[in-house]
Structure formats: C-alpha cells, structure tokens
C-alpha cells in the first residue's frame, strides 16, 4: 500500500500562483511513476501531469504545458506541482497519484492506471 497526501490548495487570483506537494508514505517512493489529475464538479478526472520514477521524464497535458511544472524530490518522497499563471478554468480538485514503474509508461494519461490516489485538495482561481 501507498498513502499519498496532497496539501497546498487554495484560494488564488487569475495570474497567481500556488505550489501543491503530495507526500507518500508506505513502499519505495522511487518504485513507482507518479501523477497529478483534476476534477471539476461535474467533469470527469483529467489529467495534468506525470513523472518517471527517477525523475528524469515528465509529462504535462496541453492545458498546463508552460505554466505548470511536476517534480519530485525521492529524499523526501515527495511530489510536487507548481503551478504558474492560474486561470480561472485551472479551478478543481487536484489528485495525486501513484503506479508502479512495471506498469506501461504510455499509460500515464489515463486515470485508471494508476493504483493509490490522494484525497485530493481544491485549488480555487478567481477572476
């Protein structure tokens, strides 16, 4: 088992930014690629970004490219997300997730790869 706990939500202005962590906790942080999604009310979970085990590969959804960066520091188990430049349309509930490194790499987009989730923290952008 994994626990992964996200913090750093907030309320922010359209142009601001915030930085959200998820801590793990459980089995070998690095023995596993991890995720960030989000969910609107009323949407479906969607993706926003994803790091290799190790770090050294990243992957950001269109939406975010440029403006939100994923990173993980494995001294720390912790992943990270800043974000830069929020939008009013950035506002959701953001979800940390984890998979393990034996699971396709491609799969990242895709919600139901990914075996533990956080229980998510609201990131709020207002106009």
């Known amino acids: 088992q994994v626990q992964l706990v996200e913090s750093g939500g907030g309320l922010v202005q359209a142009g601001g930014s915030l930085t959200l962590s998820c801590a793990a906790s459980g089995r070998t942080f690095t023995n596993y690629n991890m995720g960030w999604f989000r969910q609107a009310p009323g949407k479906e979970r969607d993706f926003v970004a994803a790091i290799s085990g190790s770090g050294s590969v990243t992957k950001h959804a269109d939406s975010v490219k440029g403006r939100f960066t994923i990173s993980r520091d494995n001294t720390k188990n912790t992943l990270y997300l800043q974000m830069n430049s929020l939008k009013p349309e950035d506002t959701a509930v953001y979800f940390c997730?984890?998979?393990?490194?034996?699971?396709?790499?491609?799969?990242?987009?895709?919600?139901?790869?990914?075996?533990?989730w956080g229980q998510g923290t609201q990131v709020t952008v207002s106009s």
């Open positions: 997730a984890a998979k393990p490194l034996g699971y396709s790499w491609s799969d990242y987009p895709q919600p139901r790869k990914y075996d533990y």
